[in-house]
């Protein structure tokens, strides 16, 4: 049997505005949200099969992690869409940047920092 990735868990410091910008540029849903550990509180948005779980804890974030100079560090998530244009469209149209475009085997990508300083890679194997 393979393995599949069912979600990822990461720090954000609202997860209900992460999770409405996720809703708006790729159509998910909010699957869960509610109270987490220490106090905290979370929202899975995604599909019915993988999501990624969107953390805050009680009190004050210790701010930003480097990306791609820590060990264990998070460097971006990459997500399949089936048209990279029109993905790349709306979020320009959201106010964010697209950069380190590829075309490349096996697909075309994309880059953007969105909300919270977290990197995203847009992917279309079409």
């Known amino acids: 049997m393979q393995a599949k990735l069912e979600h990822v868990n990461f720090t954000v410091p609202d997860p209900k505005a992460t999770a409405q910008f996720l809703e708006t540029l790729l159509g998910w849903k909010t699957r ?34 480097q990306r791609y100079a820590l060990e ?21 149209a959201l106010g964010y940047v697209p950069h380190n475009h590829g075309d490349y085997e096996p697909g075309r990508r994309f880059y953007f920092d969105g909300p919270d300083g977290i990197e995203y890679e847009m992917v279309s194997y079409a």
């Open 32 to 65: 869960w949200e509610g109270a987490a550990k220490d106090d905290g509180y979370t929202v899975h948005v995604g599909g019915d099969e993988t999501y990624l779980a969107l953390y805050a804890p009680k009190g004050d974030l210790a701010g930003r992690a």
């Open 72 to 92: 264990g560090a998070m460097n971006h998530i990459g997500i399949v869409v089936k048209d990279l244009d029109a993905v790349e469209e709306k979020v320009a």
